[in-house]
């Protein structure tokens, strides 16, 4: 894709992708995160992933669908790279991927029977042209799904020791500054009406991390990785001071409220 067209539809990602960001993002599963997407598919349907990432979620909807077709784009590629070695490992015959950006969708027009976007709408600047091509490659009946941030509304990390209280709010200022949608979970049911979608629904689900293994997860991106985006180095050394106290601590815990919408094309 041409640098030009990443910057029409994208800034760039607010995490980055370092090693435990591309952790983060293969922790996500189609059964976990895209389940509200899931009840709707059937066998042999065509189905879009908007911005794929290393292509997790994409394989678990490309099982739903077998033997129909899974297109995955994203407009990095070394995510695409990832989700093509995935889908080769695990024998997915039925998934492709290429990079290709969200407001220039590679396709014909009625082309899917499905589109999804995860963590996606977030960052596009043009919500309306983003749901214009999606609505364009759908198919008449077709399904738009989307999961998405609800802002700062719902969102906590226990115990709030030191500056682990700033690592939300300095990504959410960080995706509106690069013309982001801090809060497009809430807002995502009226964007699907305004680009003409009918029967939609919406409900609600946390991204957490309690586990050992997920506090360590969420201190190496959002303490570490993250926080250098948003810190001098005085702080950011203060940020690891508090991160080390805070994961080591019995009650670590971190969640934010995710949004899922459906919705049809007529």
Not at 173 to 190: C, N, S, V
Not at 241 to 266: L, Y
Request: with cysteine.
């Amino acid at each position: 894709m041409a640098e030009d067209s990443q910057e029409q539809s994208t800034p760039d990602y607010a995490l980055g992708y370092s090693r435990s960001v591309n952790q983060l993002m293969s922790r996500r599963k189609a059964a976990t995160h895209a389940g509200y997407l899931l009840r709707h598919l059937k066998a042999g349907m065509r189905v879009l992933d908007v911005g794929c990432g290393p292509g997790i979620i994409s394989l678990g909807l490309a099982e739903a669908i077998a033997p129909g077709e899974l297109y995955g784009i994203d407009m990095e590629q070394s995510q695409v790279d990832l989700a093509i070695e995935a889908a080769r490992q695990g024998g997915h015959d039925n998934a492709h991927f290429q990079v290709g950006d969200a407001l220039k969708l590679p396709f014909p027009e009625n082309y899917f029977h499905a589109v999804h976007y995860h963590t996606v709408l977030i960052h596009i600047p043009d919500t309306a042209a983003a749901l214009a091509e999606a609505r364009r490659v759908l198919k008449p009946g077709g399904i738009l799904a989307s999961r998405d941030m609800m802002g700062d509304s719902l969102t906590f990390v226990e115990p709030d020791i030191g500056r682990m209280g700033e690592i939300v709010p300095g990504m959410l200022k960080l995706i509106a500054d690069g013309g982001g949608h801090p809060q497009m979970g809430w807002d995502q049911g009226a964007r699907f009406s305004e680009a003409g979608f009918i029967e939609i629904e919406s409900q609600a689900s946390f991204e957490s991390f309690g586990s050992p293994e997920e506090v360590e997860l969420f201190a190496q991106v959002f303490g570490e990785t993250f926080a250098q985006k948003i810190s001098t180095p005085q702080q950011l050394d203060q940020f690891r001071k508090d991160v080390a106290e805070w994961k080591s601590h019995p009650g670590a815990f971190a969640a934010f409220a995710m949004a899922e919408t459906i919705g049809r094309k007529e």
